[in-house]
């Protein structure tokens, strides 16, 4: 997000998908909408259904109840302001997806051997980075620094 710019509007579908996307088990793919309704009943949250939840992610309803969202911002281990707040859900989606990253066991192993090395070194990791990601035609993400 650029400095003075309002953060992106999105649907409560699109946040709601996008936490599917990106929250779920290493080595896995998105959690069904069975244990996601399941382990909200298992936690004592409201009775919600698997198929109303994949009517939140499809949009088909976009009014749930207050118990619902935070049933499911803590299924997926976010604030419930989230899905009521832009801008929380812009800075959230981006530490999300750092998370995500993080996930590749790659990115994790080099961020875990660049530990206790030195600015000066750091830097120097940083810039072979940024040509890296210039020759394989990445953007350069200034957003995420």
């Known amino acids: 997000m650029s400095q003075g710019l309002p953060a992106e509007r999105r649907t409560l579908a699109e946040k709601l998908d996008y936490l599917f996307k990106t929250v779920h088990p290493r080595n896995r793919g998105e959690y069904t909408y069975e244990e996601v309704a399941q382990a909200i009943q298992e936690s004592g949250g409201p009775t919600i259904s698997a198929s109303y939840i994949w009517t939140l992610r499809k949009g088909k309803k976009d009014n749930p109840t207050m118990k619902h969202l ?76």
């Not at 989230?82 to 995500?100: G, K, P, V």
């Open 70 to 145: 935070e049933a499911l911002a803590g299924f997926f281990g976010v604030v419930p302001a989230y899905f009521f707040n832009d801008e929380s859900s812009e800075r959230i989606a981006a530490q999300l997806s750092l998370l995500a990253s993080m996930r590749d066991n790659n990115v994790r192993e080099i961020a875990l051997r660049a530990s206790g090395l030195s600015a000066e070194t750091l830097e120097a990791i940083k810039g072979f980075l940024e040509r890296a990601r210039t020759l394989e035609g990445l953007p350069d993400d200034e957003a995420s620094r």
